[in-house]
């Protein structure tokens, strides 16, 4: 069974005929501790206006976000979900040349590749410097230069829309705020749109670009609140943009996509002071549980920003395989493009649930042939995996 992204706890309850509740799902990386209370009550509250069409602006949510960043409330777009955006984005702005980082989020090159002729190349990441994005050689690459974007790339000019998720998606790996700066300099530079996908970036706020987009006509930060308060059921995402192509965008967004509960929820959310500072110091206490727990099972894993691992283990298919039949949901990251069937990203979740995954983690990795040809070590290494 192969799913395109996680969170289809669906398919795992059909198969194995278990009820949705008890399928411990690792492979969507949410906010353990779920909805924050103060939106399930504004949720129960709102829905006898459910017969009112919602607002098609979002102008309470938008003005909510912008008294949060900070920022101009007519640069924000909201979304059904940040992907909803990706999608306006390549649609609207008919890009012609559009550079992605792999691996990363799968959307940004499916979103590119609905557009006949568009040219969608890849910057692949190497896996023996754990992924890490290379700025210089990243800006480089975006001006046209020769360079290992792909096996089969010739040289081409400057492209003219990049991709960044960050912290990136699958790997966790965060860009500091003056790393992505100088990418968005480069951008301005090459007259190329830089879409920096920040869905993660609430577990380390202080990284966000997003007070940038107003300095600079050619930055875009798309946001997501289904991580951080666990909203993945309403889709609410937005985007902050350069006013000089707002208008452009909404002639082409569809209406009524974020719904009534949705900007309700979103509004609360930003609110509530409470679960943030909850949220960071249990993700904190849980990633140093997993982390030690890796190590002590000698785990090859890449230190993360974001509240997921990705992990490295040569007989992965088989753990994956044998987790799900035992009710557990982890992300198989073989259909990431630059990773192959080595690799599973797991999110971090309630402590009686990492429990419940280490100890079965614990069993099969107690099978595991030293001549694997895999080093345990606590982070990816370059060694070849089984196949």
Partial sequence: MQETHGGNIYILSEKLHLNEKNIIDFSASINPLGVPESVNSIIKDNIKYLYNYPDPDAKRLRLQIAKQHKINPESIICGNGSTEL???????????????????????????????????????????KDFDLNIEEFIDAMSGKQ???????????????????????????????????KIAEA????????????????????ESVIKEVEKNPYLIVLRSLTKFYALSGLRIGYGVFPLNIIETLKKHKEPWTVNTLAQTAGIAAFKDIAFKKKTFRVIKEEKDFLEKEFKRLELSYIPSEANYYLLRLNNAKKIISALRNKGILVRDCSNFKGLDN??????????????????????FLDVIPAKAGIQKTNKLDSASSAE
Avoid at 88 to 94: H, I, N, Q, R, T
Avoid at 104 to 115: D, L, M, V
Avoid at 150 to 173: E, Q, Y
Avoid at 349 to 361: A, D, G, M, Q, Y
Wanted: charge should be positive; glycine fraction near 2%; include cysteine.
């Fill in 147 to 181: 360079l290992p974007i792909t096996r089969h790339a010739s040289r081409i000019t400057a492209f003219d829309m990049v991709f960044l998720c960050n912290p990136n998606n699958p790997t966790g790996l965060l860009l500091r705020k003056d790393s992505v700066l």
């Fill in 187 to 206: 951008a301005r530079d090459l007259i190329c749109t830089l879409v920096v996908d920040e869905a993660f970036i609430d577990f380390v706020p202080a």
């Fill in 86 to 128: 990706i999608y306006l984005v390549a649609s609207a702005l008919k890009p012609e040349r559009v550079l992605i980082p792999a691996p990363t989020f799968s959307e940004y090159e499916r979103a590119c590749k609905i557009r006949d002729g568009l040219r969608v190349m890849r910057y692949e990441l190497k896996r023996e």
């Fill in 342 to 363: 080595s690799y599973m990203r797991i999110a971090v979740r309630s402590r009686r649930e990492n429990e419940v995954l280490i100890k079965e983690l614990s069993k």
